[in-house]
Nanobody, 123 residues
């Protein structure tokens, strides 16, 4: 299983970014997917998760109403649309895959991880 993130970068507070994760060497529809982030000096935390079909999602309270997770089964991709970004959203964002149809929010339960993409929110 390979996960490759893209789309990170720098943005001013209040701006938007869309990051994507391309998955390969897996049956994508059999995997729940998650986005996690890790800020400097902090532990990795869940941002959002989505089940195998996209019919169920989870958002951390800190991003609810600002971020949207989605998946495209035809392209084997999962995306995170981030709006109204704040400086505290600055972190390395990781895509993760769990070989079950239902997601969880525990970092330890995801088996496969991408290399991460940096998101920096600063004026």
């Amino acid at each position: 299983v390979q996960l490759v993130e893209s789309g990170g970068g720098s943005v001013q507070p209040g701006g938007s970014l869309r990051i994507s994760c391309a998955a390969s060497d897996l049956t994508f529809s059999s995997y729940a997917m998650g986005w996690f982030r890790q800020a400097a000096g902090k532990e990795r935390e869940i941002v959002a998760a989505i089940n195998w079909s996209g019919s169920s999602t989870y958002y951390a309270d800190s991003v609810k109403g600002r971020f949207t997770i989605s998946r495209d089964g035809a392209k084997n991709t999962v995306a995170l649309q981030m709006n109204s970004l704040k400086p505290e959203d600055t972190a390395v964002y990781f895509c993760a895959a769990k070989p079950t149809r239902l997601f969880t929010i525990a970092t330890i339960e995801y088996d496969y991880w991408g290399q991460g993409t940096q998101v920096t929110v600063s004026s």
